[in-house]
């Protein structure tokens, strides 16, 4: 008749512990708070980015947007590339979202942040040249406005830094970003930016998706 009382004693810390980890990486907003911590290094309290860093802005990005990268640096799908610094810096980092509910919490948390203004680095650029080939090239995946689609993991590119694009450019066309053969959408546009022959080209497209915002 002793048993259940021992028992119970027994489990009782047990049932404790169990509930203890069962809130560690409680899936939501306050979580997703907490982990933006770990990105702040990078990417700023506000998410603007870090020119130095390479850190693109991520404030306001859409969430679905979020976690599909987080999941390919992930999985290594992105940071790879023996070149790609910033994705070897950044793939560890997202590796560390490795609790149930981390990459949905900080990807709706950074979603939730308002976009912030990020001033023009780059000059120069034909915006007539640069809508021929966005209208050709871009307007299929990343829809009229820049906006974005969700259909085609194609992300806004509208309050994107011009650096920031022009660099991602670069890296596709190198096949930094696309390297590996499993990134569908890398591949893509590894394959699409071929056609961007020369920088002038790329600036050309920048400058047109800056009138997009007017």
């Not at 209208?135 to 299929?140: G, P």
Request: with cysteine.
């Amino acid at each position: 008749m002793r048993y259940p009382v021992a028992v119970a004693v027994i489990a009782a810390p047990l049932i404790s512990l169990f509930w203890g980890c069962a809130d560690i990486g409680h899936p939501g907003m306050a979580r997703g708070h907490e982990l933006y911590d770990t990105c702040i290094p990078c990417h700023g309290k506000h998410g603007a980015g870090n020119a130095e860093l390479g850190a693109p802005a991520i404030a306001g990005l859409p969430r679905w947007y979020i976690e599909a990268q987080l999941e390919k640096f992930r999985a290594g799908q992105r940071g790879t590339h023996p070149d790609d610094m910033e994705g070897h810096r950044m793939r560890p980092m997202a590796r560390s979202l490795n609790l149930a509910g981390d990459v949905a919490s900080v990807a709706q948390y950074v979603a939730s942040m308002p976009v912030q203004y990020v001033p023009m680095t780059i000059a120069g650029g034909d915006t007539a040249a640069g809508s021929q080939r966005y209208s050709t090239m871009c307007v299929v995946c990343h829809g009229p406005d820049a906006k974005g689609m969700e259909a085609m993991v194609a992300p806004p590119l509208l309050d994107q830094p011009d650096w920031y694009l022009i660099r991602q450019l670069d890296k596709y066309k190198s096949h930094m970003r696309g390297f590996d053969s499993t990134d569908m959408q890398g591949q893509q546009m590894a394959a699409m930016s071929t056609s961007l022959e020369d920088h002038k080209a790329m600036l050309d497209v920048i400058a047109y998706i800056r009138t997009l915002k007017k």
